[in-house]
């Protein structure tokens, strides 16, 4: 079955530090992973998808097949960064597995 | 324009009534979904629908029941509301045509509270 972790309910930095939240995902198949971010009193909205390689808000995330991990990165933290992060995985034509989600708290 | 709407956004109710939740889309998607959420917490799947007539049930079991007469609708009722019922209902949806995975848009969510 597909799961999807992520260790930490919620990581604190100082604004200006790097973040990396973590996700590990296990599906036998080649899924597709996505992280899904919520701000405060905003909707539930899509911020990468690891086929796009792309940086939205200085976020990257690499998807490593060996170690079935898509950790989300940022080299400089800023405090608009705060918010829940879940990581997700689908299987093409399939549901989307979330992750439990992480709180990142940016601390001025 | 193009979103995905819910009504209500909050929604106070005694024991035992009946409720049904809203949920429409106007981007022509053919997947829809329910997703229950406390604050700050996981989302757990309640139903999901591939398109007009179809309604699955996901892993959590939530004594709700939906319905897709209409691509843009997919309405999710409570026959009989309890207070474990309180959380958060997220509806979203999915353009899937052709069997490939895009990303799920959400609604702003129903905040619903049982007494």
């Known amino acids: 079955a597909q799961r999807v972790t992520q260790p930490e309910k919620l990581l604190s930095v100082f604004k200006g530090a790097p973040v990396e939240l973590k996700c590990n995902y296990s599906y036998s198949g080649s899924p597709e992973l996505f992280w899904y971010v919520q701000y405060s009193r905003q909707r539930l909205q899509l911020l990468l998808r690891h086929i796009s390689r792309e940086s939205i808000k200085g976020f990257t995330a690499d998807l490593n097949k060996g170690e079935t991990s898509f950790h989300l990165k940022k080299p400089f933290a800023q405090e608009e960064d705060s918010a829940m992060y879940y990581c997700?995985?689908?299987?093409?034509?399939?549901?989307?597995?979330f992750g439990p989600g992480t709180r990142l708290s940016v601390l001025p | 324009e193009a979103d995905i709407y819910q009504t209500p956004r909050y929604l106070v109710i005694g024991t035992g009534k009946k409720i049904t939740l809203e949920c429409s889309q106007t981007m022509g998607h053919d997947k829809m979904y329910w997703y229950q959420q406390d604050p700050g917490m996981e989302l757990h799947l309640i139903h999901y629908s591939y398109g007009v007539n179809s309604t699955e049930k996901g892993d959590l079991s939530s004594e709700s029941t939906v319905s897709r007469i209409r691509t843009e609708h997919f309405p999710l009722t409570l026959e009989s509301a309890r207070p474990s019922h309180t959380s958060q209902y997220l509806c979203a949806s999915e353009d899937s045509h052709r069997g490939k995975t895009y990303e799920q848009y959400f609604g702003p969510g129903t905040r619903l509270t049982v007494t």
């Open positions: 997700a995985l689908a299987d093409y034509g399939q549901n989307f597995v």
